[in-house]
Structure formats: C-alpha cells, structure tokens
C-alpha cells in the first residue's frame, strides 16, 4: 500500500500531558493528487486545525477541516465549486488493541480510527473528513434539464403503472 497524498504523522510519542494545537494544510500537488484519488475536478484548499492529547483510551484530536473544491455534477459534468467547513472529534486508537465488536459508544462519541506505527496521520483524517462531507452527486443548474432531455422523469412526475395504477383514486373516495 502506497501512502495517503496528504501524510501529516504526528509520532505518538512526542505528545505529553496537555493539549497541543496543530495546524495543517496540503500543498498544490497533495491537493491535484487527492483530486484525482477522490475524482473531483480540484481541491483548491484543504486545511486542518487540530486540538490533539494523549488520553487512556487513544489519542484524541479534535478540530476543524476547511476545504474549497470543484465537483463534477452527477448529470452533466458541469464544474460545481463546494466547500466544506466540519467539525471533527477523532479517536485515533492502536490498531489490534481493542476488539471493534466491543467498542461502546458514550454520549461523547468520537469517530474512531486505528493506526500502526508510532504515528497518527492527521493529513489522511482531514482528506477523509473533506471526501465524507461532500455530496456525493451533486447536480448542477442545468441538470434537470438534461435529464428531462434525456427522458427520465422526476418522482414528482412518477405515475403508479399496473394493478396499483387505480387504488389512490379508490382510497380517496373512501374518505
């Protein structure tokens, strides 16, 4: 396995008892090369602002991933500029230490994700955070459009075919 376009390693071992802030941010080829892992158009900005401590229970990183990007639309391929602004509560935990199947979740529910090595990625966290806040088919202005050019139908336009075509009509007149 090859490593993520945007490492940012934190070593495990260089966090102490208090809370440290990181600061992060992909340069023009880790965004074109997360462009092209995750088929956008572009990733114009990808930003991270992590608050990250040792806890009992992994390394907690908690923070803010900023991103501007270009979509293609669903429908057209037109360019669909987005951004993303999330907020992020991540327990990064050793992978193997814990049984996945026994993991509990509280009312302080943290997105867990496990790592080898003496180091956690939080490029890779923000580049996934980024991806899973997107819409994943967007559709542009002229969407509809082309779709109705191309005859599909919206649901709105949908009409019961068959044995069911009648019953709306049928449960109206029993009111």
């Known amino acids: 396995m090859s490593a993520p376009e945007f490492s940012r390693l934190e070593r495990i071992d260089t966090f102490g008892a208090g809370e440290r802030s990181i600061s992060i941010a992909a340069n023009d080829t880790e965004r074109a090369a997360l462009a092209a892992r995750f088929g956008l158009i572009a990733i114009e900005r990808l930003e991270g602002e992590f608050k990250v401590r040792s806890e009992p229970a992994g390394i907690v990183a908690r923070g803010h991933v900023s991103a501007a990007v270009v979509q293609a639309c669903s429908v057209t391929d037109d360019p669909i500029p987005a951004t993303v602004e999330e907020d992020v509560a ?3 935990i050793v992978d193997g230490a814990v049984d996945e199947e026994e993991i509990e979740l509280s009312e302080d529910v943290l997105d867990t994700i496990f790592y080898a090595g ?3 990625d939080l490029g890779e966290a923000a580049a996934e ?7 994943p088919f967007p559709r542009g ?8 050019a191309a ?19 049928l449960l109206e007149k029993k009111d």
């Open 90 to 92: 991540l327990r990064f």
């Open 151 to 169: 005859g599909v139908i919206s649901e709105d336009e949908l009409k019961p075919l068959g044995a069911l075509a009648g019953l709306k009509g």
């Open 141 to 148: 202005p002229n969407a509809a459009a082309a779709l109705r």
């Open 118 to 120: 003496s180091a956690i």
């Open 129 to 135: 955070t980024m991806m899973l806040a997107l819409d």
